[in-house]
């Protein structure tokens, strides 16, 4: 149980070009889906948090314009690079979370996004 | 502030026991998860302790120490798929996450 479902698990795009990423909980409803992005060597850096059917909560130097994140039920979360730039190449990994808070949460496989 | 020290890589032989060490300091406390990250993946969650002990689950145990701010890892009977990063993570009063960078644990035949 507890199956997220992230895609692509790839991208290679231009520069400039916006890229949409789904994450899916496939077996459960997730109250609060999350977005992390990772640098090789280096840990999980939050960059937002998102309840269904409310805005996005970013966390600090994140640019909520520059990554667009909607979260339209309770199994679907997408988190949209808007005008990609070389910068913007990183492993992004979502997360879904069951309604208690203290329910552990679940990880997609990630998308490595590499900007050309 | 908060924060999470665990350190950066331990070095294991196959079929040994290995302990990771990971401590904490958060607004508040409610629970410290570990999560397993192998290369080129997305974290899976091993465990979660809220309450003072050791929970154990096959060849993986956790332990916390809410007084001390420390929690461990234990594996035993290592593997060389046990090869991969071991990720700390306290949650706050804010029921927040808090990542530590990660134990890249190394297995040697």
């Known amino acids: 149980g507890a199956v997220v479902s992230q895609h692509p698990s790839w991208v290679i795009c231009k520069s400039g070009t916006s890229v949409k990423i789904e994450c899916r909980s496939l077996d459960f409803q997730a109250t609060t889906m999350f977005w992390y992005r990772q640098f090789p060597k280096q840990s999980l850096m939050l960059m937002a948090t998102s309840n269904e059917g409310s805005k996005a909560t970013y966390e600090q130097g994140v640019e909520k314009d520059k990554f667009l994140i909607n979260h339209a039920s309770l199994t679907l979360s997408t988190l949209t690079v808007t005008s990609a730039h070389p910068e913007d190449s990183s492993f992004y990994i979502c997360s879904a979370r069951q309604d208690r808070e203290s329910q552990p949460q679940h990880f997609g496989d990630g998308t490595r996004l590499s900007i050309l | 502030g908060q924060n999470i020290d665990q350190p950066t890589e331990m070095t294991a032989t196959e079929g040994a026991i290995v302990q990771i060490n990971c401590t904490y300091q958060?607004?508040?406390?409610?629970?410290l998860f570990w999560y397993q990250q192998h290369a080129g993946e997305a974290p899976t969650f091993l465990s979660y302790?809220?309450l003072d002990g050791l929970e154990e689950k096959g060849r993986f145990s956790s332990f916390l120490s809410r007084s001390k701010g420390y929690s461990y890892l234990l594996l035993k009977e290592l593997q060389m798929k046990d090869s991969a990063s071991y990720l700390c993570a306290a949650m706050d009063s804010n029921y927040q996450l808090i990542w530590g960078a990660g134990t890249k644990l190394i297995i040697k035949p």
């Open positions: 958060t607004s508040g406390f409610n629970g």
């Open positions: 302790n809220v």
